[in-house]
Every structure is written in C-alpha cells, then in structure tokens.
C-alpha cells in the first residue's frame, strides 16, 4: 500500500492470464485515514466477529469487491514442488460466532485487510513502496478455520483466497471432568467451548509454521526472524542469526534449544500487581504439531481449573485465568 489520506495504490505481481488492471482504490474507504495516521487497524472484538469501531459504514463494500479480483480467487495459489520454491507459512483465522450479519460483514473485510498486508510482507510482494528494508524470503497460505455454526460463510473467505476448514469444537463439554470448569465453560467472555477451535492451527502439519491472528490487526514488517528461529536449528548460521535479533520479554532467560512457539502476553487484562499475564490468543506462531494438539485437548479435558483469580486459581491452580 502506498499514498496518503488522499491516495492509496495497490501493487501486485501480474498473474499470467489474467489481468492486473482491477481497480486500486477498493481499499480507500478502509485504509486511507489509518496509512495517513500510521495506525494499523481500529478495531473491537464482540461475539468472536472483529467490527471495526469507528469505520464499519465505510467498509460494507470492501470484501465483495475483493471478491470480483482475480488476485483473491482461489486459483491464484502458490506453486509448490519446485527446488526454487520458497517454504508457506501457515496464515490462520477464527470464524468463531456469526449470529449478526453486521459482524460477518466486519470479518470478512478485516480479513481482506489482514490478506493484504502478508501479502506485502511476503516473498511475493514487489511494491517499491514498501515501508521495509528488508523483503521476506516466505510464501504464504491463508487459512480460516470456521466453526460449524458458521459454515454458510466458508464460502465468502474461499472466494477472498482462504482455505476454509469448517470444524466442530475439538472438545465437547461433556467430555471435560466435572467441576468449575465443565459448568462454567459456556459462560466465559464471548465464545465459550467454541473458541477452542483455533487450537486446530497446530493441525496443518504441511507448513513449518503456523500464525493464528486475530482479525483486529495487520501485518508492517516481515516476521521473517520468529520463522527462521523456529524452522532452522539453534546451532546454524540462519538460526542464531535469527536468535540474536528476537525482541524477549524475559532476554535474561536462555532460549530453548528447540523453540516450538512463540506468543505475547496480555498485559491489558492483567492488574499491574499481578504476577501472572495470560497469553494473547489472537497471535500465536508455533510449529504445527499433532502431538501438541492433543496433549490441549487432554489438558482441558481434565477440568484442572480453580475458580478465582491470581496465585491458585486457574488452570492447575497456577493464576492462568479469570483476567477477563
């Protein structure tokens, strides 16, 4: 994306066959005050649906257009098989509730927005007005993992270049262990059980790794460094480099030889006396594994969790939990 509040741009490489004349300021409505004030994307969070708090009457039409675009057909998808051919990341989403329209609406232009921008941060992205340096060496492939409730919309995000996995919840509630949680789960800000449906990002076993996003964010540089400290070993050259260059919240402690995630911590639903921060579960890189899938699954199954808040209550009693 290039320009200012009075012009924004889209570049893309040409596809062969098809034309890349479609029109470029689709995204002005959305995106034209945030590239002017350096903001990235104004967003809210309710029922699991991303709405945009101060621009939702301005961005009914974004994703329908993008619709229309060859660049967003699921045709368009990176080649794979090739020596030459760069590894895909594992891009992922949540369509967790979808009980208002507007709310859908809302997602599905936020996950245009969120497209676009790891598209620009990609190996693919050729614009000379990048705001980086520094250009990625990975592909890309966009998920969105759609609750079965809301199956009628996979559709919409496989028309703008998603693959859409429509899944149940991976743990039914009567298969958690009596106790606080089982009967407590449901009521739980937002989503209840359904949210645990992003643990299916640690399934797509064909990419090195996996990001799960939020819809309320966008990307502005290449994550490049969190990728190759996952994908290459703590002792190559491309590992330590990568290792050297991590911002930490702890830079004291010694990485692990093998780094299987990485995650933020969320601070805002935290009390600044509190030892403990919960993690932010709207961005998550990890390497895909089955085995850490299940051992999710087991973990809630067993119920170990303590009404509360702080030291003792939580999950296993630790003070993960009760911040919201």
């Given at each position: 994306i290039s320009g200012s509040r009075s012009k924004i741009s889209l570049h893309y490489p040409k596809q062969r066959g098809r034309s890349n004349s479609?029109?470029?300021?689709?995204?002005?409505?959305?995106?034209?005050?945030?590239?002017?004030?350096?903001?990235?994307?104004?967003?809210?969070?309710?029922?699991?649906?991303?709405?945009?708090?101060?621009t939702t009457t301005t961005t009914t039409s974004l994703s329908s257009s993008l619709m229309s675009s060859p660049l967003y057909s699921p045709a368009v998808q990176v080649q794979l098989g090739k020596p030459e051919a760069p590894a895909v990341i594992a891009h992922v989403v949540s369509l967790i509730k979808c009980s208002k329209q507007a709310r859908v609406t809302g997602f599905l232009d936020a996950a245009a927005v969120l497209r676009h921008s790891i598209h620009q941060n990609s190996v693919h992205s050729n614009s000379s007005h990048s705001?980086?340096?520094?250009?990625?060496?990975?592909?890309?492939?966009?998920?969105a993992i759609v609750h079965e409730d809301c199956k009628e919309h996979a559709h919409s995000l496989d028309r703008l270049g998603y693959t859409?996995?429509?899944?149940?919840?991976?743990?039914?509630?009567?298969?958690?262990?009596?106790?606080?949680?089982?009967?407590?789960?449901?009521?739980?800000?937002?989503?209840?059980?359904?949210?645990?449906?992003?643990?299916?990002?640690?399934?797509?076993?064909?990419?090195?790794?996996?990001?799960h996003w939020d819809?309320?964010?966008?990307?502005?540089?290449?994550?490049?460094?969190?990728?190759?400290?996952?994908?290459?070993?703590?002792?190559?050259?491309?590992?330590?480099?990568?290792?050297?260059?991590?911002?930490?919240?702890?830079?004291?402690?010694?990485?692990?030889?093998?780094?299987?995630?990485?995650?933020?911590?969320?601070?805002?639903?935290?009390?600044?006396?509190?030892?403990?921060?919960?993690?932010?579960?709207?961005?998550?890189?990890?390497?895909?594994?089955?085995?850490?899938?299940?051992?999710?699954?087991?973990?809630?199954?067993?119920?170990?969790?303590?009404?509360?808040?702080?030291e003792g209550s939580g999950w296993s009693g630790l003070g993960y939990g009760g911040f919201q």
């Amino acid at each position: 994306i290039s320009g200012s509040r009075s012009k924004i741009s889209l570049h893309y490489p040409k596809q062969r066959g098809r034309s890349n004349s479609w029109p470029k300021i689709i995204y002005a409505a959305v995106l034209a005050l945030l590239a002017g004030s350096g903001l990235i994307w104004v967003g809210t969070m309710n029922d699991g649906i991303a709405s945009s708090s101060s621009t939702t009457t301005t961005t009914t039409s974004l994703s329908s257009s993008l619709m229309s675009s060859p660049l967003y057909s699921p045709a368009v998808q990176v080649q794979l098989g090739k020596p030459e051919a760069p590894a895909v990341i594992a891009h992922v989403v949540s369509l967790i509730k979808c009980s208002k329209q507007a709310r859908v609406t809302g997602f599905l232009d936020a996950a245009a927005v969120l497209r676009h921008s790891i598209h620009q941060n990609s190996v693919h992205s050729n614009s000379s007005h990048s705001n980086n340096s520094k250009k990625s060496k990975y592909s890309y492939k966009m998920y969105a993992i759609v609750h079965e409730d809301c199956k009628e919309h996979a559709h919409s995000l496989d028309r703008l270049g998603y693959t859409a996995l429509v899944k149940p919840s991976p743990v039914k509630v009567k298969d958690i262990a009596e106790g606080y949680l089982k009967g407590h789960v449901e009521m739980e800000n937002c989503c209840g059980s359904a949210e645990f449906i992003k643990l299916y990002a640690y399934t797509l076993l064909e990419h090195p790794v996996t990001v799960h996003w939020d819809m309320d964010v966008a990307v502005f540089q290449p994550l490049d460094d969190l990728f190759d400290a996952i994908i290459f070993p703590s002792d190559s050259v491309p590992g330590q480099s990568a290792r050297s260059r991590l911002e930490l919240q702890h830079p004291e402690r010694p990485l692990p030889t093998q780094i299987d995630a990485f995650l933020t911590r969320d601070i805002t639903s935290s009390n600044p006396w509190e030892k403990r921060q919960g993690v932010q579960g709207g961005f998550l890189v990890a390497r895909p594994s089955m085995s850490h899938f299940e051992r999710y699954l087991t973990f809630i199954k067993e119920g170990n969790y303590t009404k509360g808040r702080g030291e003792g209550s939580g999950w296993s009693g630790l003070g993960y939990g009760g911040f919201q």
